[in-house]
């Protein structure tokens, strides 16, 4: 038996962003090294980080992605052994903190600059 995918509603704000991030900007920040810049390769559609190398694929970029951090040490999970982005907590291997793992504990990431904002719908700090 073959599974179908429900199609998601995005909304135009979603689609905006992304395509803006894709199109017009053409690179945003890794969140593994958060010094390099990632651009996408349009062969392949990987995202590539210029500096440390991290791969990430545009469809699961696309398809309702959220970059995980330690609320302690700021690394970023996604990568960790035993991440789960369904679990309600996932305990950091570089620090030991335990991190909430809901949508309570979601904040955003300028597109800009990359800083950490309050407002996980945002997508520029005040600052840009």
């Known amino acids: 038996m073959k599974k179908t995918r429900k ?9 905006l962003t992304y395509a803006y991030i894709r199109k017009i900007k053409k690179w945003m920040f890794c969140p593994v090294c958060q010094q390099g810049k990632m651009s996408i390769n349009k062969k392949s559609t990987l995202w590539t980080c210029e500096e440390c190398g991290y791969k990430l ?9 959220v970059f995980w951090f ?10 960790q052994e035993g991440f789960d982005r369904h679990a309600p907590q996932h305990i950091c291997k570089k620090c030991g903190y335990e991190n909430d793992m809901t949508f309570d504990n979601l904040k955003g ?15 520029l700090c005040v600052d840009c």
């Open 109 to 123: 990431i300028c597109t800009d600059c990359g800083k950490v904002i309050p407002d996980p719908d945002s997508t």
């Open 57 to 65: 694929s545009a469809d699961e970029f696309e398809d309702d992605y």
């Open 70 to 79: 330690c609320d302690e040490c700021n690394s970023y999970l996604n990568i």
């Open 7 to 15: 199609p998601k509603n995005k909304n135009i704000l979603d689609i």
